[in-house]
């Protein structure tokens, strides 16, 4: 079973930017797809972006298109989501998650807060 672990949240002003990362470990990385997911206070858990294992195929939140880019690197372990632009509404902790091809999204890191705010 993967072991994933984000980092990169932290304070930003509104239109800066931010990039998190999530290390996975236990397993190789190309054999899942990864998604970045978030949950702010008082709301549900949505889905922001996720990445097929390969890298191919990307798919992104509406609100967050153009704003938001996500990237792997198979090498490192390495999934990262770099956000620019960032809004006030994208406040929440972001987390991670991994699913084999076809399976549900199975294993979750801990999660990095991501706080926008003058």
């Known amino acids: 079973q993967l072991q994933l672990v984000e980092s990169g949240g932290g304070l930003v002003q509104p239109g800066g930017s931010l990039r998190l990362s999530c290390v996975v470990s236990?397993?190789?990385?190309?054999?899942?797809?990864i998604g970045w997911f978030r949950q702010a206070p008082g709301k549900e858990r949505e889905g922001v972006s996720c990445?097929?294992?390969?890298?191919?195929?990307?798919n992104y939140l509406d609100s967050v298109k153009g704003r938001f880019s996500i990237s792997k690197d198979n090498a490192k372990n390495t999934v990262y989501l770099q956000m620019n632009s960032l809004r006030p509404e994208d406040t929440a902790v972001y987390y991670c998650s991994s699913r084999r091809s076809g399976g549900p999204w199975s294993s979750w890191g801990q999660g990095t807060q991501v706080t926008v705010s003058s």
């Open positions: 236990g397993e190789t990385l190309d054999a899942y797809a």
């Open positions: 990445i097929s294992n390969r890298g191919a195929t990307t």
